[in-house]
């Protein structure tokens, strides 16, 4: 079974600011994608960016980076020079071969102060 | 915007009544997966279609039915309705249906259902 863990339940960030999510993941599959959302207040699902477990490299997108430690299962979230719009609920997500569905951790609320 | 639709945005109704959740899927996207979002269960994983055959199922309840038309189009039908009903449900899409870990799933703006 696959399981996501996010332990951070909200966290506060100075504007301008960079911010690290956390995100730990459990599978048995060899071939998984890694995958964070961003959810805010208005309710819609924003997908931010991707992870393969076969990527060497970290994944990069705008000011979004992913920090991927596949020895410790981490694929920590880094949002650099936060805005006040990054203020939401951000989700780690995974989808592996054997389930063939995304599974999502149970989110981290990021308030972006200014 | 994802490129996702799903209609309608809000939806009110007492217990025991039926509700269709409908969504149109990306442009080119073959594959519609249905996910609840709730306080106490978060986002939980319904039942995924790939070009009109059901591929995966999650935690979908008996009441609850889904499918996906020739158009692509997709519905989830929701029966007999109980207050713990009350959620979010999105639909999302993506192009090949988890063939590939690559697989990015799209996600619409959801319909909140609130069962009275």
């Known amino acids: 079974a696959q399981k996501i863990t996010q332990t951070q339940p909200g966290m506060f960030v100075q504007e301008k600011e960079a911010v690290t999510l956390d995100c730990t993941y459990d599978t048995s599959d060899q071939s998984y994608g890694l995958f964070w959302y961003k959810q805010p207040s208005s309710g819609e699902m924003i997908f931010l960016i991707y992870q393969g477990s076969y990527d060497e490299q970290n994944a990069t997108e705008g000011r979004y980076s992913l920090n991927f430690q596949k020895a410790r299962k981490s694929a920590n979230l880094v949002i650099s020079a936060s805005q006040l719009g990054d203020s939401a609920m951000y989700f780690c997500a995974m989808w592996g071969a054997a389930g063939n569905k995304l599974t999502f951790g149970g989110g981290t609320r990021v308030l972006v102060k200014p | 915007d994802s490129g996702v639709t799903q209609t309608p945005k809000h939806l009110i109704t007492a217990t025991g009544q039926r509700v269709t959740l409908r969504c149109s899927p990306r442009?080119?996207?073959?594959?519609v997966y249905w996910y609840q979002q709730s306080l106490d269960q978060g986002l939980q994983f319904l039942i995924q279609y790939y070009n009109g055959e059901e591929r995966a199922k999650g935690n979908i309840l008996e009441r609850f039915s889904a499918q996906q038309f020739p158009d692509l189009h997709s519905e989830l039908n929701l029966s007999s309705l109980e207050l713990g009903d009350s959620a979010l449900y999105f639909c999302?899409?993506?192009?090949?249906?988890?063939?590939?870990?690559?697989?990015?799933?799209?996600f619409g703006p959801g319909t909140r259902l609130t069962v009275l």
């Open positions: 442009s080119g996207d073959l594959s």
């Open positions: 999302a899409s993506s192009v090949s249906g988890g063939a590939a870990s690559t697989d990015t799933q799209y």
